[in-house]
């Protein structure tokens, strides 16, 4: 290699560093961007208010593939908390999920209660289901989302992963009606919450989609959990609980 050569190379690996580097604070301001594309926005990066909608128990073919058609239209991230029987056979959707920019989590293998568990009952739950993601997705980190909400100390001590719960539930599986629970996620959702629902229910799909175009009227950005942690500036820890992340608690 000449000088000229040694130059380029150079260049090019303190680009390819800087890049590594600034990823992780660029990209999801450039996720978040993206959804609003055709609308004008006066700033470069937006201030929120921001949402994460989060979806439990799928994937289930008929109704979580009608709700990632929805949420593509409308250019929105949402986050998956996936059960292992249900990724066994829908390989296709986990991957299509990933591919059009929402973020899958943990659910258990069977929907299991953690807190019931031993330690070995845990891991074959969580670390089952953790490496069949892996399998289809390659190596990451995936946050968990126990079912029922249910953690105690020893569930966070083995968790290996940010357990996420939620701060608006409209209880979409006790009731099917789809414009109670989007009234229900609409007039509570403030900046920062994490709204939960089941993409197994045709309802449900309706509430959601509902809910994305009435709070997107309203001036609000719907983004994955991961994306809100970086928007505000947080570093998800392992074992540590997360119900919503307002905006000031940085
Ligand atoms: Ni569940």
Redesign the pocket.
């Known amino acids: 290699m000449d000088r000229t050569g040694e130059k380029i190379a150079a260049v090019v690996l303190a680009a390819v560093l800087l890049g590594t580097l600034f990823m992780g604070t660029v990209l999801p301001y450039q996720a978040v961007r993206r959804q609003r594309d055709s609308a004008p926005v006066s700033g470069s990066v937006p201030q929120g208010p921001f949402v994460a909608l989060t979806f ?2 799928g994937p289930r073919t008929e109704t979580t593939v009608r709700l990632l058609d929805g949420l593509a239209q409308r250019g929105v991230h949402a986050t998956f ?1 996936v ?1 292992g029987v249900q990724v066994e056979g829908r390989e296709d959707i986990i991957r299509r999920m990933d591919a059009e920019g929402h973020q899958i989590g943990l ?1 258990t293998a069977h ?1 299991a209660k953690l807190t019931g568990l031993t330690a070995e009952g845990f891991y074959e739950e969580v670390d089952s289901l953790r490496t069949t993601l892996m399998d289809i997705l390659g190596e990451r980190h995936f946050m968990l ?1 126990p ?2 909400g249910m953690v105690n100390p020893s569930v966070q001590q083995w968790a290996g992963a940010p357990i996420i719960l939620w701060s608006v539930d409209p209880q979409d599986w006790s009731d099917r009606d789809s414009a109670r629970q989007a009234e229900h996620l609409v007039s509570r959702a403030r900046d920062g919450d994490i709204l939960l629902l ?1 993409d197994i229910y045709d309802s449900s799909v309706d509430a959601a989609l509902e809910t994305v175009d009435r709070l997107r009227e309203q001036g609000f950005w719907f983004v994955t959990v991961e994306e809100l942690f970086a928007l505000r500036g947080i570093k998800p820890e392992d074992g540590t609980i997360y119900r919503c992340l307002p905006p000031g608690n940085a």
């Open positions: 439990d128990d908390f059960l659910h929907h989302r079912p029922y089941h």
